[in-house]
Structure formats: C-alpha cells, structure tokens
C-alpha cells in the first residue's frame, strides 16, 4: 500500500546550494537582528534595511543551482505511486526548479512565502517581485508606496496551514528535513503527524530541538542523506 508522505523542509535542504540558514554557527540571525528583518514592527521602522536585506537573498537565490537532495526530492515526487506532499519554509525556489528538472508537476505549498514574490501591505495585492525592491515602490494594483516581500515574518499566520493540516491528518510518513525545529507552527507538525499514526523521521545535520519526538533519525548533510532515504 503507498504511503501518504508529507516532507517539511528548512533552510538545511538548501545550505549546500550555497543558500544560509539562520540559526547555524555563521547563519542569518548572527549577521542580522531577526526583530529588526523579520517582523512586521522591523520592517514598519526601517523597510529599506528590510528590503535590502531581501533583494541580496533574491540575487543569492538567482545565483544558486538545486542540490542533489531537491532533485531526489523532485525524484520521488514525480515516481512514488502515493502522495506526496512537500511543504517548505524556504523562501527559495530550489524545489520549484528541481522538479522543472525532472518535469514533474508538483506544487510546493510555501508556507513562509516566497522570494520571488511581492505583497502589498495595503490592498493585499500580490505580484512577482523584480529583482531589486524598494521601500518606495508604488503597488501596481493600488499604487501605494507598501510594497514587502511576500514572506511570513515572526507574529505573522503562516501560508496554507488548512492544506497542511489537510496533509498531515492523512499521512502515513512523516519526514523533516533541514529544520532546527526552533519555530512554530512547523516544528509542532511531527507531533501532530506522529497522532495521526505516521511513522516519524529526521534527516539533518544536528539534531533539531524536537529530534525526542521522531521515531527515526538519519544525520548527515542533505545531499547525502536525501538521495538514500529516497532510493
Ligand atoms: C542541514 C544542513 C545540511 C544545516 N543538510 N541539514 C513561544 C512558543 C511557541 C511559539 C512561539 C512562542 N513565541 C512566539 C511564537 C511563535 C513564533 C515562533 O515560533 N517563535 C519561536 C522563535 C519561539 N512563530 C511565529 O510567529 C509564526 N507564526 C505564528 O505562529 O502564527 C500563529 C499561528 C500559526 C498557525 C495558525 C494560526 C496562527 C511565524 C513564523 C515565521 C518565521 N519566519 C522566518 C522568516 C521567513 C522569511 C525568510 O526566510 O526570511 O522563517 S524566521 C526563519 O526561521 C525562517 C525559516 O523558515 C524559519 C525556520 O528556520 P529553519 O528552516 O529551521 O532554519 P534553521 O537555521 O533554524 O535550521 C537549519 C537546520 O538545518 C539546522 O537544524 C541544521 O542542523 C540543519 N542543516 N546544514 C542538512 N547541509
């Protein structure tokens, strides 16, 4: 019988395409204060420190290439007879790519948004951003000058929670990969999935906050640990 697979993935799937998590040893969050770049009250005091911290991800973004994990990834979701249902954190388009790859079809479901992605604070419009945004930049629907990036910032409702609920009340495996587990509500999906009868796994490089509650563990960086448990 084919399993229902429900993949969360973090930054650690795309740190060997070159693209920083945050709270690793030389991460984001000890280059950058988080309350001043990821919270709506950081973005109100200062948006040109906000959306330059922004466009230098995009351009990251733009200069990286998928790694041999999205591609296993884009792999067993093109091949596997059941369902599977990847949310990611990752604001990158890495997944989107590997599955282009691999002409799969399947969607990402976003669930801190996306980098190439703009959202406008007052009409709620949304877009696809240039490679540069500016604090000033009229919406094009209303146009206004409060244009953001379309990501989930600390305090803010994440993307698609009732899909992902919908997902994880019927799967039958569970796997995180590349997530310290430090953030909610994803980090709470594993004991939510493991309720539901799933069998529980961890691929990443430490051991994240919540690595007690799986019922397996695979260490090891993504490239490596990704393609075996998919093959
Ligand atoms: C490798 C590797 C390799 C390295 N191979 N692995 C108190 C208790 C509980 C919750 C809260 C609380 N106080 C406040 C909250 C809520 C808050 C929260 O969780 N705060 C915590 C800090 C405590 N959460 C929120 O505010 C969220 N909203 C919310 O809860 O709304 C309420 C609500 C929810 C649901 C329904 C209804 C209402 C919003 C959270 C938004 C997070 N936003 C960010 C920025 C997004 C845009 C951007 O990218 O800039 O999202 S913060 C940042 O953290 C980003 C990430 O997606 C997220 C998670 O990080 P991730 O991916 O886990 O990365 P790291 O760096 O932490 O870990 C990397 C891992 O990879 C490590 O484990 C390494 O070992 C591993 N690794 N290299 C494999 N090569």
């Known amino acids: 019988m084919p399993e229902n697979i429900v993949i969360l993935t973090g930054a650690g799937l795309s740190a060997e395409s070159g693209l920083g998590t945050f709270r690793d040893k030389d991460g984001l969050w000890t280059q950058y ?3 001043e770049v990821a919270t709506p009250e950081g973005f109100a005091r200062n948006p040109t420190l906000v959306q330059d911290f922004y466009n230098a991800r995009r351009a990251n973004c733009r200069a990286a290439t998928p790694n041999a994990a999205h591609h296993a990834l884009a ?5 596997y007879p059941g369902t ?9 388009d890495m997944l989107e790519r590997a599955l282009r790859d ?21 009409c709620g419009h949304r877009w696809d951003a240039p490679a540069e945004m500016h ?7 209303c146009g206004r000058a409060a244009t953001r990036p379309d990501v989930v ?16 009340s019927r799967a039958t495996l569970f796997a995180a990969i590349g997530t310290s587990g430090e953030v909610y509500p994803a980090a709470g999906f ?3 999935a493991r309720e539901m009868g799933a069998h529980t796994v961890e691929l990443n490089l430490d051991p994240s906050a919540n690595v007690h509650i799986f019922d397996e563990t695979r260490p090891g960086p993504a490239t490596q640990t990704v393609p075996a448990w998919v093959n």
């Open 135 to 141: 604090a000033d930049d009229p919406c094009p629907a």
């Open 84 to 92: 599977v249902t990847l949310v990611t954190q990752n604001i990158d």
């Open 102 to 122: 691999a002409s799969c079809t399947s969607d990402v479901i976003h669930m801190h948004g996306e980098l190439a992605r703009a959202l406008c604070n007052a």
């Open 33 to 35: 204060d988080l309350e």
């Open 190 to 192: 594993v004991q939510i």
């Open 153 to 168: 910032w600390f305090g803010e409702i994440p993307y698609h929670m009732e899909a992902i609920d919908t997902a994880l």
């Open 75 to 79: 792999r067993l979701a093109r091949d």
